[in-house]
């Protein structure tokens, strides 16, 4: 009488030829299962290393846009604090729903996405603002410190563009920085001058009963509310005043602004 197979299960599978199809599929399957495990293991292990990387590449990139703007590089040395960007909905004063800085170009793109300015409300000559706009906030222990603000407005001889930088009660203007004019050169085209910019820090913007009252003024400032003008650029500097006035007010920055003062951002 022949003797009981006593090999388990792991033994016949050991003993079976190797090219069978049986175990060619059984060790394929282990194989892939301990990859696939290996797999899960690292990356639960690596996602902390690399969104601590992908944090510390988008800080890079957005100091590094920011450092490019002049005048910025020395306002944020001196303030500190960690630099950080958000997409603001312009109307709502709120961060924008589905439209991040990586996509905020292509937002725009749209005509949908602009909006007509009453002509009674546009300071800035613009005839229409974007819905959306990139804002960039310095923080400093968690609070916000400084917000760097992109501001247009039409000039004597066309377009301007800059970035007005406001302090922490968000009515103090830290610094100007004109990234883009056309005015007439020795006259309105003097607004990219350091001695001109220079005038710009500790000028307050709004009275206590919350009134705009900044101004470029037609000589020298008499009072907080106004920088000193350019002499023989009075439309130049009529529409800096107009310009600054428009993207603090209720059409531009205003709401975004004032929730910031409430501590939202």
């Given at each position: 009488m022949a003797e009981p197979d006593r090999a388990g299960p792991?033994?016949?599978?050991?003993?079976?030829?190797?090219?069978?199809?049986?175990?060619?599929?059984?060790?394929?399957?282990?194989?892939?299962?301990?990859?696939?495990?290996?797999?899960?293991?690292?990356?639960?292990?690596?996602?902390?290393?690399?969104?601590?990387?992908?944090?510390?590449?988008?800080?890079?990139?957005?100091?590094?846009?920011?450092?490019?703007?002049?005048?910025?590089?020395?306002?944020?040395?001196?303030?500190?604090?960690?630099?950080?960007?958000?997409?603001?909905?312009?109307?709502?004063?709120?961060?924008?729903?589905?439209?991040?800085?990586?996509?905020?170009?292509?937002?725009?793109?749209?005509?949908?996405?602009?909006?007509?300015?009453?002509?009674?409300?546009?300071?800035?000559?613009?005839?229409?603002?974007?819905?959306?706009?990139?804002?960039?906030?310095?923080?400093?222990?968690?609070?916000?410190?400084?917000?760097?603000?992109?501001?247009?407005?039409?000039?004597?001889n066309g377009r301007i563009d800059a970035v007005l930088a406001l302090g922490a009660d968000m009515t103090t203007i830290a610094g100007l920085s004109i990234t883009r004019q056309s005015e007439t050169p020795g006259l309105g085209a003097r607004i990219e001058e350091a001695a001109w910019l220079s005038d710009f820090p500790g000028t307050r913007t709004r009275d206590e009963a919350g009134n705009l009252r900044f101004a470029v003024a037609r000589g020298a400032a008499s009072s907080v509310y106004e920088v000193d003008g350019i002499t023989g650029a009075t439309r130049t500097s009529n529409a800096m005043t107009r310009m600054i006035r428009f993207w603090l007010g209720p059409e531009g920055y205003g709401p975004f602004l004032d929730a910031v003062r409430r501590g939202e951002f």
């Open positions: 792991w033994r016949r599978f050991l003993a079976a030829p190797n090219e069978s199809r049986g175990k060619t599929i059984a060790v394929a399957f282990a194989v892939s299962a301990v990859c696939a495990v290996l797999v899960s293991v690292a990356t639960v292990t690596l996602r902390p290393i690399q969104a601590a990387n992908r944090a510390a590449e988008e800080q890079a990139r957005i100091e590094s846009l920011v450092r490019g703007i002049p005048g910025m590089a020395g306002l944020l040395e001196q303030s500190g604090g960690t630099l950080g960007t958000v997409v603001i909905d312009l109307e709502r004063g709120r961060a924008a729903d589905g439209v991040t800085p990586a996509t905020l170009e292509a937002a725009l793109a749209d005509p949908a996405n602009w909006s007509a300015i009453p002509p009674a409300e546009d300071l800035a000559d613009l005839g229409q603002r974007p819905d959306y706009a990139q804002v960039f906030l310095l923080r400093d222990g968690g609070e916000v410190s400084v917000v760097l603000l992109p501001i247009a407005g039409t000039g004597y």
